[in-house]
């Protein structure tokens, strides 16, 4: 009996080592590090072969269920910030050379369907979890794609995917999806991709969503468009938002489409974004609507020319930055190189954003730092621009019709254009704020169609090709601290207003330079000067006291138009402190030294009309 007994204690023992062996090993993983989510991971010890059709989870337990939460992305306080969702399913993906395998799922197998095929993989789910698929090994030829009716995390955690027919990752759920990015991570699709869909689903990108994409984590991704068919990179049919702290790199290729695409929005807010785009008429980043940048540092290097565009009936040219509607900035730092012709390095405001009354939102700049270089020529009728907002319609030489407002109000903007006009709007241009830095070697410094009015800031223009200054309605300085050259000779001159429609130049206040003239029939309500300085050194104005302001003179110029309150002499050579303004150019304290000079008054006010600041033909 006792024999008995221990055998039978034997085999229950060795059951029970038996089950334990199957059973996962769960362990919790200590939220103390920022950049690593908090998640308690059952092990899951199961590898479904590559070949199986729709992979089943045979180890008898839940691996999928598991709590994730991530750290904030930077906003707490909006939807947007993945730490305000909490993810009650885990399902992994691991690419890999024999196929992919996916676990987590087997105990909701009736509302999550998952097919694998070798790499690609395609998830259904219609349950009511929020889940975060887990994406890790590598693919060269596979993708994955998501059907869901709930927001969930796309967790890249060392994954490269390539697909050499479209999409690497084709989320077609409308919900927000977060993309949390982890490691190094890598998209790409292949050169003879067609893009190719069964149905009317949209396959727009490398990366593509019907929904929301928020980028956050700590981790880098590379996403290359080799495609011929005109794809970009990351396209969601909703909004694109870029949150702490990422790095993503995009690369669109010569008969791609754009770098980034956002139909209803794009939100810099935090993270790095570098990207380059090859094709004629592509933007670096578009959108159908609105463009935000409030932090982060963003580089955007756009080499195409232009192109004819079959669907609108009319030659379009490339920019760094596209928005229908309108573009804002207030922190970061945003760097746009384009060397297309018909090129520009920010476009806003598209007379077909709103197709009953053309209207769009006001642009602004507030803060941040903005620099734009473009070196292309004008091309069919396409001019470049540094920076272009809103639209206008001409009949003959009369223009009927304009919108676009442009406010910059902090902020420092550099620009510089070889070959095009710097900085213009097609409406009203207001400075308020800020460092405004725009040379051209091809037209205009800075042109609006409306009013231009300046009250504040540190604004330096300089054209060697026409007006560094340019309103075809009234320019209205009463403040803040402007520097205009042209070295072009009549009858442009350095500040202009379209006398000839009977508008005019008023300077009620402010400091104000110029070298070239100002318009005929001016207005100033202090004394406008001629000082004599020194070239290619600093100048300064003093109101009998102290220093008004100094600016740093060009080389090969010396002799300046200058007002301001209280002027009574000026300073030619003087030193100045550590602290300038305008990219260099301007300087309102630590000013020392020099030598005194009288002024004379003023006889200029150009020898003629400015230039009209007109628009090619048929342009909007």
């Known amino acids: 009996m006792k024999r008995l007994f221990m055998s039978m204690l034997f085999v229950i023992m060795a059951l029970v080592v038996c089950s334990c062996i199957g059973d996962d090993i769960i362990s919790v993983v200590d939220g103390g590090d920022d950049t690593t989510p908090e998640i308690v991971t059952p092990v ?8 199986q059709t729709t992979p089943t989870d045979t180890t008898g337990t839940d691996t999928g269920a598991v709590t994730t939460t991530f750290t904030s992305a930077g906003d707490s306080s909006s939807d947007d910030d993945i730490s305000n969702t909490t993810f009650t399913r885990l399902v992994t993906v691991t690419y890999a050379s024999g196929g992919a395998t996916v676990t987590g799922y087997s105990a909701v197998a009736d509302v999550m369907n998952v097919v694998v095929s070798g790499n690609k993989v395609t998830i259904t789910y219609t349950g009511s979890e929020n889940v975060a698929y887990k ?33 690497a990752i084709n989320n077609q759920s409308g919900k927000r999806t977060f993309v949390y990015v982890e490691g190094t991570n890598k998209l790409a699709d292949g050169a003879s991709a067609a893009y190719s869909t069964s149905s009317d689903e949209d396959m727009k990108g490398v990366f593509f969503s019907e929904g929301q994409l928020i980028f956050s984590g700590s981790g880098s991704l590379t996403v290359t468009a080799n495609n011929k068919q005109g794809k970009s990179g990351i396209v969601s049919d909703d909004y694109v938002r870029m949150m702490a702290s990422p790095t993503v790199t995009v690369s669109a290729g010569s008969s791609a489409g754009h770098g980034v695409k956002g139909n209803d929005g794009i939100r810099l807010s935090n993270g790095t974004l570098n990207i380059t785009t090859a094709a004629a008429m592509k933007k670096g980043i578009t959108s159908d609507d609105y463009v935000l940048v409030e932090g982060g540092v963003t580089t955007i290097q756009v080499t195409g020319g232009v192109a004819y565009d079959s669907d609108e009936s009319e030659y379009k040219g490339s920019a760094g930055i596209k928005a229908d509607n309108y573009f804002a900035m207030t922190g970061g730092t945003v760097t746009i190189t ?3 012709n018909g090129g520009k390095g920010i476009s806003a405001g598209s007379y077909d954003y709103n197709s009953t009354t053309h209207a769009v939102a006001d642009s602004y700049i507030s803060g941040g730092t ?15 621009k540094g920076i272009k907002i809103g639209w206008a319609t001409k009949s003959g030489n009369k223009v009927t019709g304009y919108a676009g407002n442009m406010t910059v109000s902090g902020g420092t903007i550099v620009i510089s254009c070889a070959k095009s006009e710097g900085f213009e709007a097609k409406g009203n241009l207001s400075f308020t704020g800020g460092e405004t830095y725009v040379y051209s070697t091809g037209d205009d410094a800075i042109n609006c169609q409306a009013e231009m009015n300046i009250s504040g800031g540190y604004i330096y223009a300089y054209s060697t090709a026409n007006d560094a200054m340019d309103a075809n309605h009234d320019l209205k300085i009463s403040g803040g601290y402007v520097f205009a050259i042209t070295t072009k000779g009549a009858p442009e001159v350095a500040i202009d207003a379209n006398t000839e429609e009977r508008y005019k130049l008023y300077i009620t206040g ?19 000067y001629t000082l004599s300085g020194t070239a290619n050194a600093w100048n300064a104005l003093y109101n009998g006291s102290s220093f008004i302001a100094a600016f740093k003179a060009p080389s090969g110029l010396s002799s300046f138009a200058v007002t301001a309150p209280s002027l009574k002499s000026g300073y030619k050579g003087v030193s100045v402190g550590s602290t300038t303004y305008c990219n260099g150019v301007w300087a309102t304290s630590g000013i020392s030294g020099g030598t005194a000079v009288s002024l004379s008054t003023y006889s200029g006010g150009g020898s003629g009309p400015g230039g009209g600041g007109g628009f090619g033909p048929g342009w909007h």
């Not at 794609?145 to 999409?167: F, P």
């Not at 402010?510 to 406008?528: D, F, H, I």
């Open 135 to 167: 994406l890790t090994g590598t693919a060269s030829d596979g993708y994955f794609k998501l059907y869901s009716s709930k927001k969930q995390a796309i967790w890249m955690s060392g994954v490269s995917i390539t697909n050499s027919a479209g999409a």
């Open 510 to 528: 402010g400091v104000v330079v110029a070298y070239g003239g100002l318009e005929s029939g001016y207005s100033s309500s202090n004394t406008v």
């Open 338 to 340: 384009n060397s297309g």
């Open 44 to 51: 899951d010890t199961t590898t479904p072969p590559s070949s």
């Open 370 to 384: 903005l620099k734009i270089t473009t070196s292309g020529s004008e091309s069919n009728d396409v001019s470049c």
